[in-house]
């Protein structure tokens, strides 16, 4: 049994079924086992009520609008939170990203909310799933962080 906690982006690929990605994700989605679990970190929840807003495509608009309230109103969903551990993993997480790309403190706190997903899914024990060009950069630097791109 595997965990996958979605990223943002492969939510929004799922969602949308004009999208390029959208079948690529499916189809990932089929090959997992029965017993693998599959979720968002409520992180991913605040992105995506964002993108949301921001939309000027109605229809699509209203797609997200019902998807995620089908999703919070799913007692079964498996919405990962933040907790305790996951604080102790960002930490470690920041540090280790922030030492070894030589980024400033200001550019490092652009990718907080990606190193919080990174930390939900580390305190999980998780896979996180994403096309995010920082996560596979963080896979490559902390070898506890499991990343997989279903797009390539």
Known sequence: MSIYIL???????LWD???LFHNKV????NRLNDDD??????????????GMDSFKDEKLKSIFKNALES???DKDANIFALNAEGATF???LK????NRTGITLKDAKKNDLDLVIASIAMSKEAILV????????????????KYESWLR
């Open 7 to 13: 990223d943002t982006d492969i939510v929004s690929y």
């Open 17 to 19: 079924r004009k999208s």
């Open 26 to 29: 499916v189809e990932h989605l």
């Open 37 to 50: 679990i599959v979720g968002i970190s409520v992180v991913t929840i605040y992105e995506l009520t964002y």
């Open 71 to 73: 999703l919070q109103n």
């Open 90 to 92: 960002f930490s470690q």
């Open 95 to 98: 540090l280790l990203y922030k």
């Open 130 to 145: 994403s096309n995010d060009g920082i996560f596979k950069k963080l896979s490559e630097i902390e070898p506890k962080f």
